[in-house]
């Protein structure tokens, strides 16, 4: 009888998740191409800027940005999340990378977000470039910084090799981390 009960809440898990993922995902499921990535990119970067006080300085002295225009994310315990961004260095893009993470646990909702990384120090961006599939927690550690109500955030962690932000939430998810995320180098 556990076990029946335990099938049951598996493939309804699964329903939800791919109920969500197919009412929420844009219709067109095919890979952005390098210019459409650039162009949100910018859009991306230019709401930041306007979102975020001194957001224009932090990206001027970052090593480099990775940027994520749309990163959507589905779950109800079993979740996934999937987006596609440039890495600027000198406001210019040098490479494509896509971001995934597969998570289980308490969560439940769906969501579109855009996540910015700023690489503060050569080092962790130079291990970002070298690498084929670069871990949040497994090759380097993100700070993620919360932006307050009038675009202020808290400086005190901007020492950090990495920052991220997370901005322009639609929907709702419970459980807003970066832990596990993978960044893999794209060919475009």
């Known amino acids: 009888m556990i076990i029946q009960k335990k099938k049951i809440v598996a493939i309804l898990a699964v329903a939800v998740v791919c109920l969500a993922i197919t009412g929420f995902m844009p219709r067109n499921s095919r890979a952005d191409t390098a210019g459409e990535i650039d162009m ?106 919360n932006i307050g109500a009038d675009g202020s955030i808290d400086t005190a962690k901007f020492n950090e090799p990495i920052l991220a932000f997370v901005i322009g939430q639609k929907g709702l998810m419970y459980n807003l981390t970066l832990e596990g995320t993978k960044f893999t180098k794209l060919e475009k």
């Open 40 to 145: 949100n990119v910018t859009a991306t970067l230019d709401r930041f800027y306007s979102e975020v006080k001194d957001g224009r300085k932090l990206v001027g002295d970052s090593k480099g940005a990775l940027v994520f225009p749309n990163v959507y994310k589905a779950g109800f315990v079993f979740g996934g999340e999937y987006g596609e961004g440039a890495l600027l260095i000198n406001g210019k893009t040098v490479d494509y990378y896509n971001t995934t993470t597969a998570s289980w646990g308490f969560q439940i909702g769906a969501q579109k977000k855009s996540i910015i990384l700023l690489f503060m120090q050569d080092e962790v961006l130079n291990n970002l470039r070298q690498s084929s599939n670069w871990k949040v927690g497994a090759d380097a550690s993100v700070t993620l910084i």
